[in-house]
T-cell receptor, first 111, second 115 residues
Framework: GENVGLHLPTLSVQEGDNSIINCAYS??????FIWYKQESGKGPQFIID?????DKRQGQRVTVLLNKTVKHLSLQIAATQPGDSAVYFC??????????FGSGTKLNVKP | DGGITQSPKYLFRKEGQNVTLSCEQN?????MYWYRQDPGQGLRLIYY???????QKGDIAEGYSVSREKKESFPLTVTSAQKNPTAFYLC??????????????FGPGTRLTVT
């Protein structure tokens, strides 16, 4: 499968600080990316997506940045809250409705 | 969890038995997927179906089988040929090539334990 990996398996941040979770992908043909949040024992929840014709997309407290030159994706969470503690995955789509997922980064938010 | 249901949430089976995991969606999505998740790992694609009566193997299809007789249903059978079946299984659906979004909606998952 495609290599969608993450630089850091675990990230600890203080409540109120901003969090940045990184992801590297290997297929330059990937044209669509998604960030998911997964809480323990539950299915992944969609956070935000971005197409390859964009460099940045903002949602509520979250921003995704895409650098196609170095095949890098990041998720920024502003004012991190305890409820943000979860595992975050990036996924890439190269067409044909087939997705490849990274192994995930665990975000720990310290009160 | 969107409009996708998986049942049961926990499933226990003895080694050598086949077991079928249910996945139903009411989102009218064409495409459905089965993933396997092991502790500390990402999701690995088992099977996917783009349309009714059609499905393709994913990266780890050996020991699994699926059917897609109805648009809303995509059951997964874990056969006795699957060497390491204990895992968390996730079903998902997405719109088939529609619009600007390929957002996948996931079900709550089924945790299968085989002893």
């Amino acid at each position: 499968g495609e290599n969608v990996g993450l630089h850091l398996p675990t990230l600890s941040v203080q409540e109120g600080d901003n969090s940045i979770i990184n992801c590297a992908y290997s297929n330059s043909a990937s044209d669509y990316f998604i960030w998911y949040k997964q809480e323990s024992g539950k299915g992944p929840q969609f956070i935000i997506d971005i197409r390859s014709n964009m460099d940045k997309r903002q949602g509520q407290r979250v921003t995704v940045l895409l650098n196609k030159t170095v095949k890098h994706l990041s998720l920024q969470i502003a004012a991190t809250q305890p409820g943000d503690s979860a595992v975050y995955f990036c996924a890439e789509n190269t067409g044909f409705n087939k997705f490849y997922f990274g192994s995930g980064t665990k975000l720990n938010v310290k009160p | 969890d969107g409009g996708i249901t998986q049942s049961p949430k926990y499933l226990f089976r003895k080694e050598g038995q086949n077991v079928t995991l249910s996945c139903e969606q009411n989102l009218n999505h064409d495409a459905m997927y089965w993933y396997r998740q092991d502790p500390g790992q990402g999701l690995r694609l088992i099977y996917y179906s783009q349309i009714v009566n059609d499905f393709q193997k994913g990266d780890i299809a050996e020991g699994y089988s699926v059917s897609r007789e109805k648009k809303e249903s995509f059951p997964l059978t874990v056969t006795s040929a699957q060497k390491n079946p204990t895992a968390f299984y996730l079903c998902a659906s997405t719109q088939r090539g529609g619009g600007d979004s390929y957002e996948q909606y996931f079900g709550p998952g089924t945790r299968l334990t085989v002893t």
